[in-house]
């Protein structure tokens, strides 16, 4: 955070930032329609040993590995983070967010509650973001519009929604992402990047 | 700094956003294009003991305060920040910033960059922006342009920017406000004011 700071050309850092939130919130709908807009900024893929389902392609939907790949990766400290979801392996390369980075440009990354906690300790000056609805009304509707789980994995997302809903203070930023206003919610996330960007005291990323 | 938030409704605290920088920068010319575009912000308006000029709006202008009135709104506290600007009073009056504050609306003012620095001891918690220019040369142009001052009040004010650019670590942002790209100006500030609305950790103004 040291760095003087030229007030002609206050060239900012590059930015970490944490899309983060209960499932439901509309993490990936929000990112999917961040990039449809073409934001100038690098969306992580996230790596997998998954096997790509079909009309997956790889590098854009994910990184596709193998399950040995993958253990390397974890064994050599080469995950940001990394998490198995329903016995599969996903996880964050350190390679391909250092990369970006380096290429100046901002880094944007969509991340479960407890994998933005690990973030924020191995990268205090990440910026994160909490993704929230404007009700548990709301939640519980989307959550049930998916119309892909039973009534009891829907209550145990609800009651993993509310724990979570209590973690708010370990982000930096809420952003409502109300039920129809998909195109607010992506604006509001631009303008904590373009603010971030014009920080005085700049946010350092060291991975 | 310490309320709880609301994960569904985090209704944001209103802010104190304060416009600073070296003469020349665009300060007045920003917070004018604006109000032109009707943020739904609250401008201060300056109280001043000096006359009115011809044309000029008592309470959008300025608030015009005979110099007995001036005097008596500094003995009694009311003011956040005044100076003697070539033999008049200017300031900010704390019941209009309170006010407004109490409607729920963000409050903007500008003030130079020695007044920003006393906001600062008096309301920690304000947004402080610093405008700058995108060159020393296009800081020399723009007050030149003012055609108003000599060669050698416009050297005094150059030698002043210099050592107001240094203070530039006592802000939160800085904004370059590039020559022909107001627009983009505004919008970096709206954007500074939208994140800062969305911060889990509000800021809590206390007059």
């Known amino acids: 955070m040291s760095r ?5 050309h206050p060239t900012p850092n590059p930015l970490l930032v944490v899309i983060s939130g209960p499932s439901g919130v509309g993490k990936d709908v929000t990112l999917g329609r961040m990039k449809e807009l073409g934001y100038p900024f690098h969306f992580v893929v996230t790596t997998t040993d998954r096997a ?5 392609v790889d590098g854009a939907d994910y990184i596709f590995v193998s399950s040995a790949e993958f253990e390397r990766l974890i064994e050599q400290d080469e995950l940001i983070e990394h998490a198995v979801v329903y016995g599969q392996h996903k996880g964050v390369s350190k390679a391909q967010v250092r990369q970006a ?3 100046g440009q901002d880094v944007v990354m969509r991340l479960d509650v407890q994998g933005a906690a690990t973030i924020r300790q191995l990268v205090p000056d990440a910026v994160l973001i909490f993704l929230s ?12 519009a998916r119309r892909t ?3 009891e994995a829907l209550r145990t997302r ?5 724990e979570e809903m209590k973690r708010l203070d370990e982000f930096d930023y809420v952003v409502i992402n109300r ?3 998909l195109d607010e919610t992506v604006e509001t ?3 904590i990047i373009r603010a971030e960007s014009c920080r005085v005291r700049q946010r350092e990323i060291n991975l």
Chains 1, 2 share one sequence.
Do not use: M
């Not at 609805?133 to 049930?144: G, H, K, P, V, Y």
């Not at 609800?158 to 509310?162: P, S, W």
């Open 149 to 151: 789980e039973s009534e």
């Open 4 to 8: 003087p700071i030229d007030p002609y």
């Open 189 to 191: 996330i631009a303008a």
């Open 101 to 103: 980075l380096e290429s």
């Open 158 to 162: 609800l009651a993993n929604a509310r």
């Open 52 to 56: 790509p389902r079909p009309g997956e």
């Open 179 to 181: 039920t129809g206003q």
């Open 133 to 144: 609805t404007e009700s548990e009304e709301a939640l519980t509707a989307r959550l049930r």
